[in-house]
């Protein structure tokens, strides 16, 4: 009786020894798959890592190549501005020398068509009247046909000896003045003239 209950103790301490094994073995082999698990999950980090910067290399060579690509339009846009610079620049001289030589050429038709400044200037009759004495009042215009004004003009008319004559105080630059004569009786053609003037 004593040694059947001996042996079956000890066939009990065997089952919890087994049991005890199979519980370490368990625990063994739940923390080997935790560690695996682990080591996955990072080697997904890693790569995922890895992906990214191969990313961000990309996405900088793509940018470095549109930075080069742009420099070099810029850089042919400029060649191509220099070649047409001197193209628009002859243009622009042909412009003013047109501008100039047309300018000149109206400048000399204007003078050629003004009369010269030391033109004399010119007496004529506007009417005449016979006066109650029978004398003849000549009424007279002066012409200023220069291009300066004249301090002082002389007219004078050809009906008697000496000739009568008046002085006009300023006739301006082509402008006329009046002046009054008075002939003989009997005159017909006084014939009036400038005898003298003065440039302004």
């Known amino acids: 009786m004593t040694a ?4 079956g103790g000890s066939g009990g301490e065997d089952e919890e020894d087994r ?8 625990r063994q082999g739940g923390q080997d798959g935790q560690d695996q698990q682990d080591g996955q999950d990072g080697q997904g980090q890693q790569d995922q890592q890895g992906g990214q910067d191969g990313q961000d290399q990309q996405e900088g060579q793509n940018q470095q190549g549109g930075q080069n690509q742009q420099g070099q339009q810029n850089q042919q846009g400029g060649q191509d501005g220099q070649n047409q610079g001197p193209g628009t620049a002859e243009k622009v001289m042909t412009a003013i020398s047109v501008v100039v030589t047309v300018l ?3 400048y000399v038709a204007w003078h050629a068509i003004q009369p010269p400044s030391d033109v004399p200037p010119k007496a004529e009759v506007i009417e005449t009247e016979a006066l109650s004495n029978g004398s003849v009042l000549v009424r007279t215009q002066v012409v200023n046909r220069g291009d300066e004004g004249l ?3 002389t007219v004078e008319a050809g009906c008697d000896q000496p000739p009568p ?3 006009l105080s300023y006739v301006p630059a082509s402008g006329r003045e009046q002046a009054v004569l008075v002939c003989p ?11 003298t003037w003065v440039p302004a």
């Not at 059947?4 to 042996?7: A, E, H, R, T």
């Not at 005159?187 to 005898?195: A, G, K, L, M, Q």
């Open 185 to 195: 009786p009997g005159t017909t053609d006084p014939n009036v003239s400038v005898s």
């Open 4 to 7: 059947g209950g001996g042996g």
């Open 104 to 106: 000149l050429f109206g």
């Open 151 to 153: 301090i002082s003009v």
């Open 165 to 167: 004559d008046t002085t």
């Open 19 to 26: 049991q005890s094994q199979r519980g370490q073995q368990d």
